[in-house]
C-alpha cells in the first residue's frame, strides 16, 4: 500500500445502487459524458467509453428508447435574461378534488416565471419554482396569480439566496469536465 493512499473502496450510497440496477458499466458512464454534456459526438462518446462508435450509437439510441435520456437541452442563466429573483412558493389548496388539482397545475404551468411545479405529499400541496425580475414581480404574481386562485388556501414564499445544481444526481461519478455547481449540456 503506497503511504496516503487507502485501499478501501467508497460505499456505494442507496441512489448508485438503484442507478446501477438499471444500468451497466457502459451505459453509466454514456450518461455520465452526456449530463455533462449533452452534445458531445458520438465517436467521442465511444472513445471515451472504450467501444466502438456503432456500439455508442446504438447504447444511446437504447437510452433513449428505454426513456432514460429523455431530452436535449438547453439551460438559460435566469440572471442574464433579467430574472435574477428566485423564489419557492409552497401551496396549499382548499380542496383536493383531482379534476381541480389537474387544472391548477395546469394553469400554473403555464404562468410566465414559472420554471418547475412539484406535486407534494405533505401539508402543502404544490411547490412552485418561480424566476421573477423584481420583489415587486414576484410579490405581483404570488397574490395574482396564485393566491388569489379559487382552489388556494394558504401560500408561503422563501427567496432563493443560491442555488447549486446538483453534479452527480444518479451517483455515476463526476464526468470528465464537471465543475461543482456548473452543468455543462
Known amino acids: ?21 438499471h444500468l451497466d458499466d457502459v451505459d453509466a458512464k454514456v450518461v ?15 472513445r471515451a467509453v472504450g467501444v466502438a462508435p456503432s456500439t455508442a450509437l446504438a447504447r444511446t439510441a437504447a437510452l433513449r428508447e428505454r426513456g432514460v435520456l429523455t431530452g436535449t437541452h438547453a439551460e438559460v442563466d435566469p440572471a442574464s435574461v433579467g430574472l435574477g429573483l428566485r423564489a419557492l412558493v409552497a401551496v396549499r389548496l382548499g380542496t383536493h378534488d383531482a379534476a381541480a388539482m389537474a387544472a ?14 412539484f406535486f ?6 404544490y411547490l412552485v419554482h418561480v424566476l421573477a425580475p423584481s420583489a415587486d414581480a414576484l410579490r405581483d404574481l404570488v397574490l395574482t396569480s396564485l393566491s388569489s386562485d379559487p382552489v388556494v388556501a394558504h401560500t408561503e414564499t422563501s427567496l432563493v439566496f443560491e442555488h447549486r445544481p446538483g453534479t452527480d444526481v444518479l451517483g455515476l461519478g463526476a464526468g470528465p469536465r464537471a465543475t461543482p455547481g456548473v452543468r455543462h449540456r
Open 1 to 21: 500500500m503506497t503511504a496516503g493512499r487507502s485501499t478501501r473502496r467508497p460505499q456505494s450510497s442507496p441512489v448508485t445502487k438503484a442507478v446501477r440496477e
Open 120 to 125: 407534494l405529499a405533505g401539508r402543502d400541496d
Open 32 to 46: 455520465r459524458l452526456l449530463l455533462d454534456d449533452a452534445r458531445t459526438p458520438n465517436n467521442a462518446v465511444a
Open 104 to 117: 391548477f397545475a395546469a394553469r400554473v404551468t403555464a404562468l410566465p416565471g414559472v420554471a418547475d411545479v
